[in-house]
C-alpha cells in the first residue's frame, strides 16, 4: 500500500494557539501578590476577571483556607501511599459527607480527567455500545479511546439529538447488553445543558440505555446540597442506570473528581481496582481539608444563599445582553456565556482590545469549538459585583463593535455561522466597507473557457497538470456523468487592482467527497466496511481548491501587492456565498509551502486550521542522456537500490508508450487502476468516472507508459501496469494515475520499475520535470524525486465529523 503523510491533529491545533500566544491571548501569568477573585494583574496592570470557574467563589472562603491549614498541621502535604493500601484519615470523612450530600455511593479521584479514567474502562465491558454526545468533554473521549483497543464499539451522535440517539439504539439494541450514552450535565464552552428529564425518559422506555454524564460545571450552584445541575433534574435522586461525575475544583473551592453510582456492585467494581485509582497518587491533605470544608458548606443552608445570589448575578447579566444586538449563542441560566465572533481574527482581536481595556474573558477556540465558531467564553463568579458586570457589558459593546470593523467581519456572518436569527434591519450592525478592498475587482467563472489561455498557463498552468487545457479536460470528465460524486461544479476567481495588475488567480471544484479523504488507512478500511451497505456514509460536499484530481499549486498569489490578503478575503467572502448555496459543509484550500509563517498566521486569523498534506514528489533533474549519469545523480544508497531494485528487473519487461490503447487495452487497464484504488486507502477518495480515461484516451495531451512482462517469463500477454501520464504545454510530464496488477507487483518490482520508467520517458522527451504526485514518497525519493512538504488549511461547518472519526475508530499502525 502506498504511504502518505498524515496529518497530525496535535500539530494543527498548536498551529491554532501559536497565533493566540503570540498575540498575549493564552499561556499568561497572573502577576499578583495575592488573589481575591475579582481582579487579576496581567502585563502589569489590573483587569476584572470574568474566566474563572470558580463560580461561588469558595477558593477564597476563610473556611476552606483554615481546613487546608489546620490539614497540613495534622496530616503534612501529602501522605505519599497507593489508596489500594491505606488511604489517609481525611478520606473517609470526605467520602461519607459526599455520600450524604448524593445519597449515592461515591469514589474520589484526584480530578475528574482520573475520574473518567478510574470509572469508564471499570464499567464498559466489549459487550456494551459507547455512544458520545458531539460536544462530551474531551477528557471522557480520551478515556473511552481506551475502550477502542478492547473491541468497544463506539458511536457518536449530534449534540443533544435525542432522536439521532433514539435511532442508533433501535438499530443497535438487539446486538449489546448495554448501550451507554455519555454526556456533560452543563457543557464547559456555550454553557447549555443535557436534556437530563428526556434522556432519563428514553432509557425507562429501552432497558438497555444507560446514562453517563459529567456534571463538572453545574457542581455547586445548582441542585440540593450544591450537588449539581443534573441532580436538580432528578428530585427522586440518582437514576438508577446512570453513573454521574462531578468536580471538588471549579465552584466547589478545592480539586478532586467524583464517581457517583445507583447501586453499590458499580461502586465495588470502580473502588476495589480503577486503574489510576490504584496506582496514582492520592490527593494532598491540605486540598482534603479545603473539600471537607466546602461539603460542611454544602450540607448547611449556606449553600442556598450562594446559590441565590449567583442566580441574581446570572439574570442581571442576561438582563444587560438582551438591551445590546450582541450575538449570545445561548441564554440560560448558568453562569457560563458564549459571545461568537466567528473568525479567530476577530476572537483575538476582541480579547486583546478586552483586556488591554481591564476586562479578562477567555477566547474559545479550536478545538474545542469549530474554526468557523470561535468566541469568548464569559464566566460570572459570586466575586463580580453589579457594577463590574455593568462595566463588562458596556465595554463588550465597545470592543465588539472595533473587532467588527477592524477585521472586516459582520453581525450577519457570525450569526450565520452560528446558525442565529438575523438581527432586525433597524438594529443591523453594519460594518464599513474596507477601503483596500473597494479598490480591488473580483471576477468569477464558472469554467475555464472564460480566461485567457496565456494568462492562465503564465500564472498557473505552466506548473503541472492544471494548465488550461487540462482544466478544460477535467470540466469535461467530471459533469454529466451517473454517479452525484463525479459531477464537479468548478468555480474560477480572478482578482485585480485598480491598476489592473492581477493580485489572485485561483481555481476551485464543489464536490461530493469522503470526509476521511486523508484519515490514516486503517481508518478508511473501517468506514468502507460501513459504505458496503450505505456507500454515502461520511460523505459531504465540500469546496477544495484545485481539485480532487490534481495536486500542486492551483494559486497564484502577489505578496508583492500590498492588498493581497484583502484579495484573499474577497475570493473567501465568495466560497461562503458558494457554501451557503450548495451546503458544502467544509473549505479545504490545499497544497501550501508549508514554510510559509505569514500565510499560517493569515489562514487561522480567518478560521481555517492547518493540516498536514502529503509530500509533493518532483523529478527535477532530467538534464542526464545516459543511464550511468542518471545513476550517478542519485545518492549512494539510492544507487544500491537501483541496482537491487530496478536495473536487475528490467530485463523482464518489454515498455511501450503508447498515445492512444485499443479498446480492450483501455478497459484492462482501467481495471488495474481499479486494483490500485482498491489497495490503497491512505487517500481515500471516490472512483473516477469511466469517461475520465475514454477522455484520456482521445486526447493529445495524454500518453500512456506500458510495461508487460516478456513472453520468456509469463504466459499472460496483458499489461502489467499501466501509467497514464500527462504533458502540459511547459512540457512538465504528469504521470497522474497508475493502473498495476497485484499478482506481479512483488515479485517482478512492478511499481518500482514503472517510476523509472516514467522518468526515463521523461527524460526522452526533453522535458522540464516530472510532478510525481503525492503518494508513495520513500519509493519516488530512491528514484531522485525532491521532496517537498505542503499544508492545507481546512475549514468545517462544524467538527462533528472529524471528531467523529477520531473517537469512535482506533487507528492501527500501518
Known amino acids: 500500500m502506498a504511504k502518505i503523510r498524515h496529518n497530525n491533529i496535535i500539530d494543527t491545533v498548536d498551529s491554532v494557539l501559536s497565533v493566540s500566544k503570540k498575540k498575549g491571548i493564552i499561556h499568561l501569568h497572573a502577576q499578583d501578590q495575592t488573589l481575591n477573585g475579582q481582579v487579576l494583574t496581567l502585563n502589569g496592570h489590573q483587569v476584572l476577571h470574568f474566566g474563572t470557574c470558580g463560580y461561588l467563589g469558595l477558593e477564597h ?4 483556607k483554615e481546613g487546608s491549614i489546620d490539614a497540613i498541621m495534622r496530616y503534612g502535604t501529602q501522605f505519599p501511599m497507593s489508596r489500594t493500601y491505606i488511604s489517609n484519615p481525611l478520606y473517609s470523612e470526605l467520602e461519607s459527607m459526599i455520600r450524604t450530600m448524593y445519597n449515592a455511593p461515591v469514589v474520589i479521584s484526584k480530578n475528574c480527567t482520573l475520574s473518567h479514567l478510574t470509572t469508564i474502562p471499570s464499567i464498559i465491558r466489549s459487550t456494551d455500545l459507547v455512544i458520545l454526545d458531539h460536544q462530551v468533554h474531551a477528557s471522557i473521549q480520551e478515556a473511552v479511546k481506551k475502550l477502542l ?62 446514562l453517563y454524564v459529567d456534571d463538572a460545571h453545574g457542581m455547586s450552584w445548582a441542585g440540593k446540597h450544591g450537588t449539581g445541575y443534573v441532580m436538580s433534574q432528578m428530585p427522586e435522586g440518582l437514576y438508577r442506570k446512570m453513573i454521574l461525575t462531578a468536580n471538588l475544583g471549579k465552584a466547589f473551592g478545592a480539586c478532586g473528581g467524583l464517581s457517583l453510582f445507583p447501586n453499590e456492585e458499580w461502586y465495588n467494581k470502580v473502588n476495589n481496582f480503577g486503574g489510576p485509582l490504584t496506582f496514582s497518587v ?21 449553600i442556598y444563599e450562594y446559590q441565590e445570589e449567583l442566580q441574581h448575578k446570572i439574570e442581571y447579566f442576561n438582563q444587560l445582553l438582551k438591551r445590546t444586538n450582541l450575538p449570545l449563542v445561548h441564554e440560560n441560566n448558568s453562569p457560563i456565556f458564549f459571545i461568537g465572533t466567528g473568525s479567530m481574527d ?94 480591488l475587482i473580483v471576477k468569477k467563472f464558472d469554467t475555464i473557457q472564460n480566461i485567457n489561455a496565456a494568462v492562465w498557463n503564465n500564472y498557473i498552468g505552466n506548473d503541472g497538470m492544471v494548465d488550461w487545457n487540462g482544466m478544460k479536460f477535467l470540466e469535461d470528465s467530471f459533469r454529466d456523468n451517473e454517479e452525484q460524486e463525479n459531477n464537479w461544479d468548478f468555480k474560477y476567481y480572478v482578482v485585480e487592482d485598480a491598476q489592473g495588475e492581477l493580485v489572485l488567480l485561483t481555481s476551485f471544484v464543489v464536490a461530493l467527497h469522503k470526509e476521511d479523504m486523508f484519515s490514516q488507512a486503517s481508518v478508511s478500511k473501517v468506514i468502507e466496511k460501513e459504505r458496503e451497505f450505505n456507500p454515502y456514509y461520511l460523505t459531504s460536499t465540500g469546496i477544495f481548491m484545485g481539485s480532487l484530481f490534481t495536486e500542486g499549486n492551483h494559486l497564484y498569489l502577489n505578496k508583492n501587492n500590498a492588498q493581497w490578503k484583502e484579495a484573499f478575503k474577497l475570493v473567501m467572502d465568495e466560497l461562503y456565498r458558494v457554501q451557503e448555496n450548495t451546503q458544502a459543509s467544509n473549505i479545504v484550500l490545499r497544497d501550501f509551502d508549508a514554510e510559509d509563517k505569514s500565510m499560517d498566521e493569515f489562514m487561522v486569523d480567518q478560521g481555517f486550521v492547518k493540516i498536514d498534506m ?97 513472453e520468456e517469463y509469463s504466459q499472460n500477454k496483458l499489461p502489467v501496469s499501466v501509467c497514464f501520464c500527462h504533458i502540459n504545454s511547459a512540457q512538465v510530464y504528469s504521470p497522474m494515475l497508475i493502473g498495476m496488477d497485484y499478482d506481479y507487483l512483488m515479485e517482478y518490482g ?65
Open 282 to 302: 492520592q490527593i494532598e491533605p491540605a486540598t482534603l481539608g479545603a473539600a471537607i470544608a466546602s461539603a460542611r458548606i454544602h450540607l448547611s443552608d449556606e
Open 61 to 64: 472562603n476563610p473556611k476552606l
Open 614 to 710: 502529503p509530500e509533493s514528489c518532483v523529478i527535477e533533474n532530467l538534464n542526464w542522456t545516459t543511464e550511468e549519469e542518471y545513476v550517478e545523480s542519485l545518492s549512494r544508497k539510492n544507487r544500491r537500490h537501483y541496482v537491487q531494485k530496478i536495473k536487475r528487473n528490467e530485463p523482464f519487461f518489454d515498455v511501450k508508450v503508447k498515445a492512444q490503447l485499443a479498446t480492450e487495452e483501455l478497459e484492462h487497464a482501467i481495471t488495474l487502476f481499479k486494483n490500485v484504488k482498491d489497495n490503497n486507502f491512505s487517500l481515500n477518495n471516490f472512483l473516477f468516472p469511466e469517461k475520465l480515461f475514454h477522455l484520456m484516451n482521445e486526447s493529445k495531451d495524454w500518453e500512456f507508459v506500458v510495461l508487460y512482462i516478456k
Open 149 to 210: 483497543s478492547q473491541g468497544v464499539a463506539v458511536e457518536m451522535i449530534r449534540h443533544n439529538n435525542l432522536e439521532m440517539l433514539e435511532d442508533r439504539i433501535k438499530k443497535q439494541r438487539n446486538k449489546y447488553d448495554k448501550i451507554w450514552y455519555m454526556a456533560d450535565g452543563v457543557y464547559s464552552m456555550y454553557g447549555d445543558f443535557a436534556p437530563v428529564k428526556e434522556l432519563i425518559a428514553l432509557a425507562e422506555k429501552y432497558e438497555q440505555l444507560h
Open 346 to 439: 476577530t476572537g483575538n482581536y476582541l480579547v486583546q482590545e478586552l483586556i488591554n481595556d481591564g476586562i479578562y474573558v477567555n477566547l474559545a477556540t479550536f478545538p474545542a469549538v469549530p474554526a468557523k465558531n470561535i468566541g469568548i467564553r464569559i464566566t460570572i463568579s459570586l466575586n463580580n459585583t453589579l457594577e463590574q458586570i455593568e462595566t463588562l457589558v458596556d465595554k463588550l459593546q465597545l470592543h465588539f463593535k472595533r473587532a467588527l470593523e477592524e477585521t472586516n467581519q459582520t453581525d450577519e456572518k457570525i450569526r450565520k455561522a452560528f446558525k442565529m436569527a438575523p438581527l432586525a434591519t433597524s438594529v443591523e450592525v453594519k460594518t464599513p466597507a474596507n477601503p483596500a478592498s473597494s479598490q
Open 750 to 814: 512492478v511499481y518500482r520499475q514503472t517510476l523509472y520508467q516514467v522518468i526515463k520517458r521523461a527524460n526522452a522527451l526533453k522535458c522540464a520535470k516530472v510532478n510525481f504526485g503525492i503518494s508513495a514518497s520513500i519509493e519516488k525519493k530512491r528514484v531522485g524525486a525532491t521532496l517537498y512538504p505542503k499544508v492545507g488549511y481546512y475549514q468545517a461547518k462544524d467538527n462533528y465529523a472529524m471528531e467523529l472519526i477520531e473517537a469512535t475508530i482506533a487507528v492501527e499502525k500501518e
